[in-house]
């Protein structure tokens, strides 16, 4: 159904504010047959396409398992995602994907587990950080290390 | 399919059920004795003329540990980034996508292009040209042509067929690049390209 390089339009089902230049996007595909067929594996990314503007590559955030919208958590650094970040519920966009291999979760199986990351680079382990506590008996002990900076910023005070 | 060129005609041998499939279709007569002589001594004739060669040993582990290689600077003042070798490279598939706006404004067409790994635009993201001296482009291109690619695909990235040799204008050579990179660095090494700082464009994405 989905190819993956063909935009198909999503809409916007939910929207916030994460810091004062980051924020969320939930977006469903607004053709149910796309969104049902739609599958991703955490780790992957899709392409957010604005008309007319262009598109740029965010992480997936949510649970796989979740069938009913997929959610990006996106900064504003160009025009797309400034542009993506004054969208609002019922907007449209495109989206196609997902791209990237995923994390090898099975093959972890058994294993102790250490999820390294810099600054927003963490929002897509947050799935996988979830995924594991729910499956707590499938994997060992789990280490998370997160790199952040702390900026001053006078642009956001 | 291999086509093999006779004075008068194509021999052609089918390697695969694809190949096979395809050759069924064709009005063919069995090639003679004579003419499959010819091709062998044709493919022996190939071989003799085909002097060069690529450096001894594993390829891709040679260019993993030559990554921070001297040698990578010198193509500052050598290759243009003109991108020929990847117009011409018959396993190139690298594209870019755009989105076109109409003049009215109301519609827009978002399409694929061909694209380069020379073109500053490829590796932009997030603000800034990740790539943005020549020598890592050119590293970007050499490395995944004959050491990534075959990680990825589990064969390599170069045919042999030298167009990216014969096309390049300024004369690069792949076979003399890897040759130059599997030696060992001079004791005194020019700042090699990955300690350059990134350009950070204001404002741009996705767009030239």
């Keep these: ?157 | 399919m291999a086509l093999s060129e006779l004075d008068d005609g194509f021999v052609v041998e089918a390697h695969t059920q694809e190949g096979q499939a395809i050759l069924d279709t064709l009005e063919t007569t069995l090639a003679s004795h004579d003419q499959l002589e010819q091709v062998e001594a044709g493919i022996e004739r190939a071989i003799r003329q085909q002097a060069r060669s690529l450096p001894d040993g594993s390829v891709p582990e040679m260019l993993q540990a030559a990554v921070d290689h001297p040698h990578w600077q010198s193509l500052n003042d050598r290759c243009l980034t003109c991108g020929n070798c990847t117009a011409v490279c018959p396993t190139c598939f690298c594209q870019t996508h755009v989105d076109e706006l109409s003049l009215d404004g109301k519609t827009s067409e978002h399409g694929r292009q061909w694209g380069s790994c020379f073109d500053p635009d490829h590796s932009y993201i997030h603000g800034t040209i990740i790539r943005a001296e020549r020598p890592q482009r050119y590293r970007q291109w050499l490395t995944h042509k004959f050491g990534t690619w075959v990680e990825q695909y589990g064969r390599s990235g170069c045919v042999g067929c030298g167009r990216c040799i014969a096309w390049c204008p300024v004369g690069i050579d792949v076979i003399e690049e890897l040759a130059a990179l599997s030696m060992a660095p001079d004791d005194a090494p020019p700042k090699a390209p990955g300690s350059a700082s990134p350009s950070r464009p204001t404002d741009r994405e996705d767009t030239p």
Excluded at chain 1, 16 to 31: A, G, H, I, N, V
Excluded at chain 1, 104 to 119: M, S
């Design chain 1, 1 to 157: 159904m989905t190819s993956a390089l063909v935009p198909f339009e999503a809409e916007v089902v939910g929207c916030r504010d994460e810091t004062p230049d980051m924020f969320s996007l939930q977006l469903r595909f607004t053709d149910p047959e796309v969104q049902a067929a739609y599958r991703f594996a955490m780790g992957q990314f899709n392409m957010l396409c604005l008309p007319g503007m262009g598109e740029v590559p965010i992480s997936i955030v949510s649970d796989p398992d979740e069938r009913e919208m997929v959610d990006h958590t996106i900064r504003k650094v160009g025009s797309v995602t400034r542009n993506l970040g004054r969208l609002e519920v019922g907007d449209r966009l495109g989206l196609r994907g997902p791209y990237g291999r995923g994390w090898p979760t099975e093959e972890a199986e058994g294993t102790d587990l250490v999820i390294v990351t810099g600054g927003l680079g963490c929002a897509p382990s947050v799935s996988l950080i979830e995924y594991v506590l729910h499956r707590r008996g499938r994997y060992g002990r789990m280490h998370i290390i997160q790199g952040v900076k702390h900026l001053q910023r006078p642009d956001l005070a």
